[in-house]
């Protein structure tokens, strides 16, 4: 059998530093394992354990350990594999194959990965069947053994101990093709079995690599049938001895002189900052004298940490000084223990070096809400009291409540979200029976209510005027704005979503049921205290109704430059463009456009000009467009200024300006497909688009290059569709090595910068993905991706993951979703706001934001802007925002004041985050329509009233306790 092999392609990493505790060593952790005598040569090494598990909905708890066919499909279903390592102890591996024979040479396996696996594995007896004991995708031992033993670790599956996670490294490679017995092999980096070897790993896991595949035919090739995740089957050791798994392995011969490791140096830890309990602790590895190091040893407190925790060497230069990191948490440590920390590094014989020893004190930090949270409270409801009955002009009358600004009333009268009657006549914000409308904020804040009517009001007109201002030196009273609504069908009747601007003293005739919203916004010259003024409703110019109105003006303002970014992703505007994005900003929020499409063309006016021969851009035209969203002065005139657009999309993608048709062969490894030419012409482009940035001084604006397309939509035909990938939301590993492929391109470009190479800080640009699929991402993104979004469920069930990525790597993290319906109401952005920053999060992106004509007759998710309807006159507004889009500033506002009392308070961020958590019921549900769609998140524990509560609590944190509310501030700044 011909031991011919492509390449090993490589893709060893450092260990993420996710995980808990696991099954200890049973040997003393620092033994030499013995020297053996044999010589160098070949030796086959059987495989003594194989157990297929799979990560199918229906399947996570099944065990596939004794099937005599096991399977390898794409990320629904891998192999957990070992051998006996004793042969191996003591010995340098030069060479490793991994042997399979396939069931059937029609569907061969294509590039498998191979990695290392940082937890112990129990075979089990199963044939898709829950077997106790046995491990499978969800369970390390079904099934109560979680891949990551400890409360600390919450969910965990197979994802968080393999391939690049957990301390775990692995490889890949092209298999031969079936031989006339059905063998396949699979050249694997020795590295991993020497680990094996070591006692550095507990098995290996193999991994379909290719995943689905894109299958042409016809003419050209044109005709393509996708084939996603083929069955993949290989005889397991239960076939029979002539058919089980093996591997064929070369060692070296012993060298008499080899040294083992030397210790680490510079041992040192880290606490501030940390939970109690816990620490990171970083050394300096050992260099490569003799062999190479492959890993470590450690103890902590004399007993051996969980393989998991323990990080992986980098294995790139030999001579490059390399800083290791370990987090230790979910050990159970006291806060403030006294900890002993021994570590000992081991190189590729399995030759264990001297340890390095340190003792130190973990984090004593205990969490406790900050001194005089929770005295500001909320008014009793009065469940007696009735809403106001107004008496109008020819005997009519009509009912009137004051609701929150994000409440909704459906034509029917009904509440969304449902409340008890008494929330018409007593809530947060009103109480009918004081005629008393209660309001605070801060400076540069939006705030409002909404004033709901049952009833036919002729000729109403509405106004807000503020008595004198509160204090000498007051820079200007408030801004107030009413609105009308649009009433959308739904499935729960007709209800209000679309908020469009009344002219001042503007007069409109109310039937039935209505509501009206009252903006006010609080100037940044604004001084703090009370401001006091009235609500006056007329009708038919006689006056109907007032209530005295009462603003509290927070003693600290709101940033102009956003601090939690809610991104508004669309994928195409109307010719009024600048009228989307003044109305983003105007909501402190910010509109990206997806500028090309799948078929792969830009589209008109969304990118320079490329000039192939010179490998330059012209710029005019496109700085035309475009520019006054980077140095803000396209937003003049708006709340926050001339600050500019928080982020957009670069018209780089696969197809422009390189034209990825005529320079790729089809291939599904991107590394090997594209021509010299194509890489060239990329990175130029990336290099130019990074050049004229820097020389504009945009640099408030962060770029994102990012790639949105499919290779689904090459069924229409292959050159119907520009990418052969699903460069959004990858599946296979071949999407994600993808991405790494774009992503080095896009840093190699840039990099020839001399700003750039001077420091990653001044690289304009940042390589942006959204990932549906964290757990399979493995190490690929690590180094390339600056802003990594991701979907909303397995944000929160790989949170841990996600979240030691970016603090390792200097990521922006954002996860993405659904917004709710418009018969849902309006609060789901705002709590998703607040849920999102305290698990980690940088931002939210809805994926769709930009509605149609026909959003205006029928209830629509994805549209937070309406553009102007068919038929309206030429008063009507180009654009309304939806009522959800002002949640969206909601909540973005409240997360500006969690960012303030972090600073103002010296908090870490975690501290808040606790905050958050334990003040807001934030359990959630995702509501996904299938594996595909990244789903909607809903909140059905958290109130307007809790909302309302904990923004004014945090608010006295931030002015220092002191109350400037109600009676007792008397109208004075404090």
């Known amino acids: 059998m011909s031991l011919t092999r492509k390449p090993v392609l490589q893709h060893l990493a450092a260990a ?28 086959r090494v059987e495989v003594t354990r194989d157990a297929g598990v799979s990560s199918y909905p229906g399947e996570t708890e099944d065990n596939n350990g004794g099937a005599a066919q096991i399977k390898l499909k794409g990320f629904q279903e891998m192999v957990l594999l070992d051998i006996d390592a004793a042969p191996l102890a003591g010995r340098v ?38 077997i106790a004991g046995a491990s499978t995708f969800r369970w390390r031992a079904y099934p109560d053994a979680p891949w990551l033993d400890g409360d600390a670790w919450g969910y965990s599956d197979l994802t968080q101990v393999m391939f690049g996670e957990g301390g775990t490294f692995w490889s890949h490679a092209d298999a031969t093709p079936p031989d006339a017995e059905g063998w396949q092999s699979v050249e694997v980096d020795p590295k991993i079995l020497a680990a094996r070897a070591a006692g550095l790993s507990e098995g290996f896991v193999l991994f379909d690599d290719t995943g689905t595949e894109l299958v042409r035919s016809g003419a050209g090739g044109e005709h393509v049938t996708i084939d996603t995740f083929p069955n993949r089957l290989f005889y397991s050791r239960e076939q029979n001895a002539s058919s089980a798994p093996y591997f064929t392995v070369r060692l070296a011969g012993l060298d008499a002189d080899a040294r083992p490791p030397a210790p680490p140096e ?22 490569w004298r003799d062999g190479r190091i492959i890993g470590f040893r450690v103890k902590v407190d004399g007993a051996p940490a969980p393989r998991h925790m323990i990080p992986a060497p980098g294995f790139g230069d030999a001579s490059a000084r390399q800083t290791v990191s370990m987090r230790l948490r979910g050990l159970g440590l006291k806060p403030g223990q006294a900890t002993r920390l021994e570590v000992a590094a081991v190189d590729e014989a399995g030759r264990t070096g001297e340890a390095a020893a340190l003792t130190f004190a973990v984090s004593a930090e205990a969490f406790a809400a900050p001194a005089g949270f929770g005295q500001a409270e909320a008014p009793q409801a009065d469940e007696a009291a009735a809403p106001q009955i107004l008496r109008l002009p020819g005997s009519g009358t009509a009912t009137l409540s004051i609701l929150d600004e994000l409440d909704k009333v459906s034509a029917k009268g009904e509440l969304i979200p449902r409340r008890p009657a008494s929330y018409f006549a007593s809530n947060h914000v009103w109480s009918a029976s004081q005629d008393r409308i209660r309001l605070a904020a801060a400076r540069g804040e939006f705030t409002g209510f909404q004033i709901h009517l049952a009833g036919d009001v002729p000729a109403l007109q509405m106004r807000l005027d503020w008595a004198e201002p509160a204090a000498p030196g007051d820079g200007g009273a408030p801004r107030a704005e009413f609105a009308r609504f649009g009433y959308i069908p739904s499935p729960a009747g007709n209800v209000p979503d679309p908020v469009i601007p009344l002219a001042p003293g503007a007069r409109m005739n109310v039937k039935g049921s209505a509501s009206l919203l009252c903006e006010v916004f609080v100037p940044k010259s604004a001084k703090a205290g009370v ?39 669309c994928y195409g505007l109307p010719e009024n463009e600048r009228d989307y994005y003044r109305m983003a900003h105007l909501h402190r929020t910010y509109l990206n456009r997806v500028p090309y499409s799948h078929r792969g063309y830009v589209s008109d006016g969304c990118a320079p000009k490329w000039d192939a021969a010179s490998r330059t851009f012209d710029w005019s035209a496109w700085d035309r467009r475009y520019q006054g969203y980077f140095d803000g002065t396209a937003f003049a005139g708006l709340p926050r200024g001339e600050t500019p657009t928080e982020g957009f999309y670069l018209p780089l993608f696969e197809n422009f300006p390189a034209d990825i048709f005529t320079q790729h062969d089809g291939g599904p490894w991107a590394d090997e497909a594209f021509t010299a030419q194509y890489k060239e012409t990329f990175q130029a482009a990336a290099r130019e688009f990074a050049r004229h ?21 090459k069924e229409d035909g292959w050159s119907k569709a520009s990418s052969p990938w699903l460069l959004d939301e990858p599946a296979s590993f071949q999407d994600f090595d993808a991405l790494r492929f774009f992503g080095e391109l896009l840093w190699k470009g840039m990099k020839s910068l001399p700003s750039v190479a001077a420091s990653s800080a001044g690289a304009p640009i940042r390589f942006r993905a959204d990932i549906s699929r964290p757990q399979w991402q493995r190490d690929a993104l690590d180094r390339v991706l600056g802003l990594n979004v991701v979907s909303g469920g397995e944000f929160h069930r790989y949170n841990r993951m996600i979240r030691d990525r970016k603090e390792r790597y200097g990521q922006t993290l954002y996860t993405y979703g659904g917004t709710c319906a418009p018969e849902e109401g309006a609060y789901q952005p705002v709590i998703w706001s607040l849920d999102a920053w305290s698990l980690g999060a940088d931002g939210i992106l809805p994926w769709q934001t930009v509605g149609t004509a026909d959003s205006w007759k029928a209830s629509d998710a994805l549209a937070l802007f309406y553009p102007k309807p068919e038929g309206a006159g030429q008063n009507f507004p180009r654009v309304s925002p939806s009522l959800r889009l002002k949640g969206y500033r909601r909540g973005q506002q409240d997360v500006e004041y969690l960012v303030l009392l972090q600073k103002k308070l010296g908090l870490p961020r975690r501290d808040v985050e606790r905050l958050v958590r334990q003040e807001l019921n934030l359990r959630s549900e995702n509501l996904a329509a299938s594996d595909e769609d990244a789903g909607t998140l809903r909140f059905d524990a958290v109130s307007a009233q809790d909302l309302w509560l904990f923004r004014r609590r945090v608010a006295r944190l931030l002015q220092g306790g002191r109350p400037l509310e109600g009676a007792a501030a008397n109208g004075a700044a404090r």
């Open 693 to 713: 940035f820097i020389e504009r001084g945009w640099r408030r604006t962060g770029f994102q290059f990012y790639l949105n397309n499919k290779m689904n939509y």
């Open 531 to 569: 401001r006091r003024g009235t609500l006056t409703l007329s009708s038919g110019g006689a006056d109907v109704y007032a209530a005295e109105v009462e603003l509290t003006v927070w003693d600290f303002e709101l940033p102009d430059a956003l601090s939690f970014l809610p991104e508004m992703n």
């Open 266 to 287: 510079d041992l040192r830890a880290e606490v501030a900052g940390h939970p109690a309990g816990e620490a990171t602790v970083r050394w300096e590895a050992p260099s």
């Open 93 to 130: 591996i030069e060479r490793a194959t991994l042997h399979l024979r396939v069931v059937s040479p029609d569907t061969p396996l294509k590039r498998v990965g191979v990695s290392s696996l940082a937890a112990p594995f129990t075979e089990g007896t199963g044939r898709y069947a829950k």
């Open 16 to 43: 993420a530093l996710a995980a808990a505790a696991l099954a200890l060593f049973s040997c003393d952790l620092f033994t030499e394992p013995p020297a053996k005598a044999a010589p160098a040569g070949d030796l």
